[in-house]
């Protein structure tokens, strides 16, 4: 498997860099500075920043909807960043919010979830929780159909999406679609990926160990499939999935294997791997220039699926 020429200089810059062992602290930094450096040309997006119930306490939120959009109801998209349930914010992935904005035509609400160490699991899916059925009550005033809810979310964040719509299948609201890109779905860590690519592609084995402590999961059952999405004993019944993986991805094949067992329960799948990509790829279109079209066609699947 060749890595993308630019996801290679990319690595190789990080390595250059010499970070070991970063702190949280470091990672939410690095994290930040990272967005600042490769969203160049972020899409054209109208925002307007919310504030919504918690159950720990307010939860910020942004919403973004196309430039110059009327008021009519359109698709909404619920999104939850990446960055391991320890990093990322409303900032750190406003680009890729953007885009997907623009590519859909839907609206977007980006929700920043209480982070670990400081809350740790399962503050961030109860979090995501209150943000759904927010979002899904007050649909009318943010412009959104309610009836062409989409959930999504990269990395840890698509993880959230994931066993949200799990739940919503049970539960409510009914969800349109889950978009998720390169997704963390499995706690217990099996998959060839997660030894081909375990470290020196950017997420790495140690970083998802980390991660883990911080989670305060020492001790828990990592099967548990609020943590493990992938482990839910059925799969039936759940929303059309748009799901996109990257080739040099340590967590590869918890996508591939979603897509897979969906599509065994009957569930529509899309599913695009992308060849010689690394994690977060989509998120680093001012270094990795394949991020941004796939951002794009992500978008378009996702209009496409919502109408």
């Known amino acids: 498997m060749t890595l993308d020429p630019h996801a290679r200089r990319f690595l190789d810059m ?12 470091g990672r939410r930094v690095s994290l930040r500075n990272l967005a600042r450096l490769a969203a160049r040309g972020a899409e054209a997006a109208e925002t307007r920043d919310l504030i919504l119930p918690g159950p ?5 939120a942004r919403l973004y909807a196309p430039p110059g959009s009327d008021a009519r109801p359109r698709a909404g998209l619920l999104f939850f960043h990446g960055g391991g349930f320890v990093a990322g914010d409303l900032d750190t992935h406003d680009g890729i919010c953007r885009a997907l904005t ?15 160490p400081e809350h740790p699991f399962p503050a961030a899916l109860e979090d995501a929780r209150a943000s759904l059925a927010w979002v899904a009550a007050q649909g009318a005033a943010l412009g959104i159909d309610p009836a062409r809810l989409a959930l999504g979310g990269d990395s840890a964040g698509a993880g959230l999406a994931a066993r949200l719509a799990q739940e919503a299948r049970e539960q409510g609201p009914p969800i349109a679609a889950q978009v998720l890109l390169c997704p963390v779905l499995d706690g217990v860590g099996e998959g060839a990926s997660r030894t081909d690519y375990a470290s020196g592609h950017f997420l790495d084995a140690a970083t998802i160990a980390r991660d883990i402590e911080a989670l305060g999961l020492t001790g828990h059952d990592l099967s548990d499939p609020r943590l493990s999405p992938l482990r839910a004993p059925s799969l039936a019944g759940l929303p059309p ?8 991805d340590i967590v590869r094949d918890d996508g591939t294997a979603y897509a ?15 060849p010689g990509m690394i994690h977060f790829f989509y998120g680093l279109g001012g270094l990795v220039p394949a ?8 978008g378009r699947e996702l209009a496409e699926v919502v109408g």
């Open 14 to 25: 990080i390595a250059l860099g010499g970070v070991a062992e970063p702190t949280v602290a």
């Open 102 to 116: 623009a590519a859909s035509g839907c609206r977007t609400v980006s929700v920043a979830y209480r982070l670990a």
């Open 241 to 248: 999935a748009i799901i996109h993986t990257a080739e040099c």
């Open 56 to 60: 720990g306490g307010p939860l910020h």
């Open 291 to 298: 991020g941004r079209p796939a951002l794009a066609t992500i």
């Open 260 to 274: 897979d067992r969906l599509a065994e329960a009957g569930v529509p799948v899309r599913h695009t791997c992308h």
